[in-house]
């Protein structure tokens, strides 16, 4: 049976997610409004989910060059405020606190939490840079797009390749990147004459892996809309 994950807002990226059948809360997606340096942040609302790692790690600053993309190794506080005390803070090149000032951008309101899973720093120029899995990448490096199919992107968990493309209404839709496109999950967008909210409808088999559905999904979403 297929799990609808409801949407509060008609927003990719300010809105609740919740467990229809349950009324529980799985996510919420932040993105405070701004003109320039917009940052979304997705948190994990399941209390029965297992807690996001320590999201203090080493990073790189370069005054010039700004953070490097290489994966992210966990700190404790005191080997933290040794390699402050040792390479400067930012503004120089040298090791910072990912919590408290790496990509700090103006206005930023929100401390980062221990259930806070990823975060996406929305360019105008540039491709977009996504926090998830330890990782800073690009929306390029994370899901890739696939052939010459406008909003189709791939990309890989556990070994297994993934791929969003456009449905029915244009309406993303998530298979299994091989022969059986086996569906994974599939927005339905809100309706005024059926009075539904947008939803995410999730088989059984994408159940596991909802971390990654949500967070690529909202890159999707946000182009199709744009587009």
């Known amino acids: ?10 927003s990719p990226v300010r809105t ?15 993105t405070p409004r701004r003109f320039v340096g ?10 029965a989910a297992p807690p996001t ?14 953070y490097d993309s290489e994966e992210w190794k966990p700190l404790s506080g005191t080997e933290l405020e040794g390699d402050k005390e040792k390479n400067g803070n ?44 330890g990782k800073i990448r690009t929306r390029a490096e ?5 052939g010459k199919l406008r909003g189709s992107y ?11 493309s456009q449905g029915a209404f244009r309406h993303p839709r998530l ?18 004459f059926k009075k539904e909210k947008s939803y995410l409808e999730v088989t059984p088999a994408g159940m596991g892996m909802l971390d990654h559905i949500v967070v690529t999904f909202i890159p999707v979403e946000v182009r199709r809309r744009e587009d």
């Not at 994370?142 to 696939?146: V, Y």
């Open 90 to 133: 930012e503004g120089e090149s040298g090791v910072v606190n990912a919590v408290d000032e790496a990509y700090e951008a103006p206005g930023e309101e929100f401390p980062l939490s221990l259930n806070e899973i990823a975060r996406l720093y929305w360019k105008w120029f540039e491709s977009t840079r996504i926090v998830f899995e």
């Open 175 to 192: 298979v299994i990147d091989d022969p059986s496109k086996t569906l994974i999950a599939q927005f339905h967008e809100a309706s005024l």
């Open 16 to 30: 609740v997610l919740v467990n229809e059948t349950t009324g529980q809360e799985l996510y919420r997606i932040e």
């Open 1 to 10: 049976m297929n799990t609808k994950i409801i949407f509060t807002r008609n």
């Open 38 to 47: 917009s940052v979304t942040r997705v948190f994990r609302c399941d209390p």
């Open 154 to 164: 791939v990309f890989s968990h556990n070994s297994v390749s993934y791929r969003w």
């Open 142 to 146: 994370l899901m890739p797009l696939k």
């Open 53 to 66: 790692p320590n999201l203090t790690h080493r990073l790189y600053w370069d005054a010039n060059e700004g």
